[in-house]
C-alpha cells in the first residue's frame, strides 16, 4: 500500500472525492477519535495518513483531543 500524500483524495466520507490537503483537520479529527485510532499502522490508510500528519493536524485543530 503506498502512504496518502497531500494531493491524494480522500476515499471515503463527507470529503470524498476531495484532495486530503482540502480536508479540515477538525474532520480528521472527528475519524480519529471514532475509531480509527484503533486501525493497526498498515491497515488503513487514512488512519495512517492521520498518523503521520498529526503534528500539523494538532495545529490545525488544537481543540481536539487527540490521544
Same mark, same amino acid.
Given at each position: 500500500?503506498?502512504?496518502?500524500?497531500?494531493?491524494?483524495?480522500?476515499?471515503?466520507?463527507?470529503?470524498?472525492?476531495?484532495?486530503?490537503?482540502?480536508?479540515? #483537520?477538525? *474532520?480528521?479529527?472527528?475519524?480519529?477519535?471514532?475509531? @480509527?485510532?484503533?486501525? %493497526?499502522? $498498515?491497515?488503513?490508510?487514512? #488512519?495512517? *495518513?492521520?498518523?503521520?500528519?498529526?503534528?500539523?493536524? @494538532?495545529?490545525?485543530? %488544537?481543540? $481536539?483531543?487527540?490521544?
Amino acid at each position: 500500500m503506498k502512504p496518502l500524500t497531500d494531493d491524494d483524495r480522500m476515499p471515503y466520507g463527507k470529503y470524498k472525492g476531495e484532495k486530503l490537503l482540502r480536508v479540515p #483537520a477538525s *474532520y480528521f479529527h472527528w475519524l480519529w477519535t471514532n475509531g @480509527k485510532s484503533a486501525e %493497526p499502522p $498498515g491497515k488503513d490508510d487514512v #488512519a495512517d *495518513y492521520i498518523r503521520h500528519n498529526m503534528a500539523s493536524l @494538532k495545529l490545525d485543530h %488544537p481543540d $481536539g483531543i487527540w490521544e
